[in-house]
């Protein structure tokens, strides 16, 4: 069986079809259903569609898409080619009579009866020529007219004595020879083609577009004081068509849609100028440095007598993307809808979580503590004390980034956000600040004078001048509660460590790699008891640009 999946750019050239060529049948208009969506939580989903084609001829979808560019596909057991087209339709009950009288009573004779004239006038409606429409006639005379719409001021007869401008506001009623018009109005239509020897067969539609996704969110339950319940639920609100019966997927994961902000010029409101705005990224003007506007090669040319491209052995499921299925749901256009997702129980730990952020740039030199940003959550890096939870994931899919509210016997006790945590993978969750734990760290440099001058070593490295300092660090600790507390405090530094109470497990950070001091993190594991206090020291050197 030959089944061919054709984009919507190269189905003319490749069926040997003219684009704008005449329907080889008159349009049969075909209603499409829409059988599955995976969402992602950027906004963004992909959507399958599936229309019954019975064979050759041109069929006519009413619901077209807005895809994202590169995005658009038809998959068919028969070469079909795609286009988008404009018909004049009958305009809804809300949008019918009354709202273009001009276009609606067009070459009808009326009566007018004016508000403040005993004399009704008698003539006949001119017809407004539409843009697309060559002006004759009467209507010559109207060319660059637009027809009025609901609120402009005239209507237009031709009488026994010419023509007459009547005010809308004027009019108090009409008598009308004849049946008036239904008002059109201009849609989009989706037109599959399929050759003279087509047959009976059903095609698939898809397409990433706007309009529909999901939002997470989790509830940690701590009313059993060794065992945590953890339900992810969702919100899912459909602002793209209605779903009857269709299959529904979300997505979780890092999704690269480099064209997300780009809309395909299949789109019926899209036009060149703003296409290649979008695909330029500049909302100014068009960018045709851009490589999808050039012939940009991605290898070099291949030279003769060279060995054949090799293929790479099969990697397995490699990409990171989890596809999460909740079955068949049907929504309509408009509305939303809240549901659990997965639950599960896992044992947990409370702890006590002080980590100390950084406080040096890249050349070793102190930085301002309200600018520093945790590249993961993006809030402020700061120095307090959390209770925190420890757990490992439970659920049968990874957890998600999304904000978890964390209970206690029925009781709000917190709520923070969980990072993407695979599954069986330790978790860490911050619930409130441990405000009966007592904290604080100080550092100092460490001065040794020698003939009444501190002793500093200058170091010159890449053309750069150095001073190196050695730094001591206290940590001061108290526990207010009357029961043990559970520890785990972090401290991150730039710098080489030298020493350090109590056993410090030592990190490098990946983030010091390129930079003149090593990144570090200091990791202390500790329990205090009910009113002990304790100091923890340490000390590291730094490389200071000066």
């Not at 809240?338 to 896992?346: E, I, L, N, P, V």
């Not at 029961?483 to 109470?501: C, E, P, V």
Request: hydrophobic letters at 35%.
């Amino acid at each position: 069986m030959l089944r061919c999946v054709l984009p919507l750019f190269l189905g003319s050239s490749v069926l040997g079809l003219a684009l704008g060529s005449e329907p080889l049948l008159e349009e049969k208009p075909v209603n499409s259903k829409i059988t599955s969506v995976a969402l992602f939580k950027n906004g963004l989903a992909v959507v399958k569609r599936q229309v019954a084609l019975d064979g050759t001829g041109t069929f006519r979808l009413m619901d077209v898409p807005e895809p994202i560019h590169g995005t658009f596909w038809v998959e068919s057991n028969t070469p079909l080619e795609a286009r988008v087209e404009t018909r004049d339709t009958p305009a809804k009950p809300s949008q019918g009579f009354g709202i273009n009288l001009q276009e609606e009573l067009a070459d009808l004779t009326v009566t007018v009866h004016g508000r403040n004239n005993k004399n009704p006038i008698h003539g006949k409606v001119v017809r407004i020529p539409k843009e697309d429409e060559d002006a004759d006639g009467d209507s010559a005379l109207y060319e660059g007219y637009r027809p009025p719409t609901q609120g402009s001021r005239f209507l237009i007869l031709k009488t026994e004595k010419g023509y007459s401008y009547f005010d809308f506001n004027d009019i108090a009623a009409l008598d009308i020879d004849g049946q008036p018009q239904p008002r059109l109005v201009k849609k989009p239509v989706l037109l599959l083609t399929a050759g003279p020897d087509a047959k009976a067969n059903t095609a698939q539609i898809s397409y990433l577009t706007s309009g529909l996704s999901w939002a997470p969110s989790y509830k940690v339950d701590l009313t059993d004081p060794k065992k945590l319940t953890i339900e992810q639920h969702c919100v899912i609100r459909n602002e793209l068509a209605e779903l009857s019966d269709t299959e529904v997927s979300l997505i979780s994961g890092y999704p690269s849609v480099q064209f997300s902000n780009v809309i395909s010029p299949l789109a019926a409101q899209q036009t060149w100028a703003r296409f290649f705005q979008q695909l330029g990224g500049n909302a100014r003007g068009q960018s045709f440095d851009n490589s999808m506007l050039t012939q940009n090669a991605s290898y070099a040319p291949r030279q003769s007598g060279a060995a054949s491209p090799t293929v790479a052995p099969n990697l397995g499921d490699t990409i990171d993307l989890n596809y999460h299925s909740i079955g068949k749901r049907s929504l309509k256009k408009g509305s939303a809808i809240s549901m659990a997702t997965g639950k599960a129980d896992a044992d947990y730990v409370r702890i006590v979580d002080w980590t100390i952020p950084d406080n040096r740039d890249e050349w070793g030199n102190p930085t301002n503590q309200g600018r520093r940003v945790d590249p993961a959550t993006g809030e402020a890096l700061q120095d307090d004390v959390w209770d925190a939870l420890k757990f490992k994931n439970p659920l049968p899919f990874p957890m998600t980034s999304a904000p978890a509210m964390v209970m206690t016997a029925g009781n709000f006790s917190g709520q923070r956000s969980v990072l993407w945590t695979n599954k069986g993978e330790e978790a860490t969750l911050r619930v409130n600040k441990a405000l009966s734990i007592r904290a604080r760290h100080v550092e100092y440099e460490h001065q040794t004078e020698k003939g009444g001058v501190s002793d500093r070593d200058v170091i010159y490295i890449g053309g750069r001048r150095f001073r190196k300092v050695t730094v001591n660090g206290e940590l001061r600790l108290c526990n207010h509660r009357p029961a043990d507390a559970k520890m785990i405090i972090k401290r991150q530094f730039s710098g080489d460590y030298l020493s350090g109470d109590a056993d410090p497990k030592i990190d490098l950070r990946e983030e010091g790699v390129w930079t003149v001091n090593k990144r570090n993190e200091l990791t202390w594991t500790l329990t205090l008891k009910p009113a002990e206090e304790r100091t923890i020291k340490y000390q590291y050197s730094v490389l200071i640009n000066f």
